[in-house]
């Protein structure tokens, strides 16, 4: 007889508002923003999670699940769906009336589900197989060990292994024990949000935010290396503190600075959880080499060597980390490496006549080509000198601060001037004949401002979409691809030339395919597939054609919750945890949009709505007192008239206006505060 009894009389109640294990907990106690647009999150307030359907073989017949299932006869099997991706460690309650072993098998994709876990142990020799609690008869309770804690699955498969043929097994009260944001008692408690008259557009919002959500584990959870030949085990160090993020909540559970230059962003306007950003470029920091000053490529236990960008990213990375939470002391702390950082990749520059980023580290993203006068590499250079030059300025050192901004100037007319392609519009891959246009370094140079005319910018956005498909657009240089990290620049790109219909168009047909897709997860964002619609990504590029590798929860394709946050609603920090800040709106076919983030310093809130014409607009926005903000809006048209705090504004009260091809905006600077606008 099945003695149904709740596995949380098993574990400890206080699972349910309670942090990761022995971890300081340390995170947010409540929601920043609290109203309706919570429904959109798809974290669970407890970390105890159950299954919600139960799938019937063989044709995986979808029935609510009751709690209770049962397996007869040897290779007899179901799988349960847990509905979203989850991730952790597995406690099972059940009753047997012989001998024999309950195997357990994971997935994150549909596609994949049955006896064997899908793959995430990098050594490429086929799935990652199955665990097993063994039996005897009568009534069992298995945790797995944490040794083979699965960060990432949403389907969970059991079968029968036995030699009694009549063997029975009843199944009950299936939980997972969430690990995701270790130091979080309360995995709802965002520091940000986002809400439109767009439920795709929050839907696929708050799927970024849920995958960074599965991106930021503890740190003794990593991916082993050496890989092993079977199964797997996620019980390496990955780095300093309790919590850190990684790529991606199945694998590689690593830390890699090229994915946290979107991951980063995303994970500030939503969560607000910098701790595990802070611990992530901290170990980039520990793990640098003295003597040269390079960067690896990614954090241990991985620890690959040899990638100029991803070296430049973790520059960045450490930028955005104190933009955004004002700890200059980390930035003290660091200063050294950073500087022996700097060193390193400006040496490899190329002399005059050249001016370029000669590439010696030619590992990267999974693009085809890499390696000298790079055209990606070198924008991404140009964003380091600037962004460099503000640390340096925060740092008291205006010479220094001075020098790099030179520098980047520099730089920037050469990438102009030795690898745009005038005769099609756009910058080739390098400096050579290539005829290689990619979406990598045209999407970076509109996103970090490198191109040297607005024509030339807005003609760039227009042939970016070339590229686009039904589903995402195939990046021409790993051909077949749809790369959602890329993507993710490219949708800021657009709006850099505020051409916001774009993005909106883009991000409904990339994301909107990865979230609505019924063999994913629908909770989180894929790292990347192929233009075919299939999980076959990087299939001939290093996952050796293994479609259950890639992973279903990769925080680099989160670039719509930041974009949505700091390009269609418009606002974003611009000087140390917002004491300058900007609110730029573009409007798109959306109605209205409201959002807001926390810093140190407090609550930054914005919100606009638009007439059905598009002839009207109001907005408000309220920030810490203290601070000041640029309001850059579309220039008024024909009659119309722009009030702010009900007093009409006039030309003496706007700072500047700047053109573009067929566009006009116009700037003016407010204080700190709730302020109210409207144009009609």
Known sequence: MLLSIPLTLFLSTSVFAQCWRNVTCDGPATAAFPGAWESNIYASSSRLVAPTSLLTWPNLTAAPWSNVAELAGNGSLLTLDFGKEVGGIVTINYVSDGSGSLGLAFTEAKDFVGEWSDSSNGKFVGPDGAIYS?????????????????????????FLFSNESAVSTTISDVVVELDFMPTWSDLRAYQGYFHSNDELLNRIWYAGAYTLQSNCVPTNTGRQVPFLNSSWANNATLGPGDTII????????????GDMGVAVPSTFVSLGDLESVMNALQVMYFTQNNVTGAFAESGPPLSQLGSDTYHMWSMIGTYNYVLYTSDLGFLSKNWAGYLRAMNYILGNVSPAPSGLLNV??????ARLQQGFHNTEANMILYRTLLTGSSLATWMSNPALASSWTSQAEALKSAINAQTFNSSYGAFKDNDTATTLHPQDANSLALLFNVTDSATKASNISSLLTVNWTPIGPVTPELPDNISPFITSFEIGAHLAVREAQRTLDLIRTAWGFIINNKNSTESTLLEGYLANGSFGYRNYRGYNYDTSYPSH????????TSVLTTGILGLEVTDLAGKSWSFTPQFGDLLNVEGGFTTALGKFQAQWEQSADGESYSASWTTPANTTGTVTLPALQGGQVMSLNGKAMGRRDISSRVFMPGKEVVSFTVSGGYQKLRVQ
Not at 246 to 257: E, Y
Not at 360 to 365: E, H, N
Not at 553 to 560: D, V
């Open 246 to 257: 990684v790529d991606g909540a199945k694998r590689d559970r690593a830390v890699w600075p």
């Open 134 to 158: 063994n039996f005897t008869g009568g009534n069992v309770t298995y945790t797995m060990p944490d040794k083979y804690l699965r960060g990432g699955f949403r389907y969970l498969t059991l």
């Open 360 to 365: 010696t580290g030619i590992r990267d993203w």
């Open 553 to 560: 929860a990769h925080g680099w394709s989160s670039g719509p």
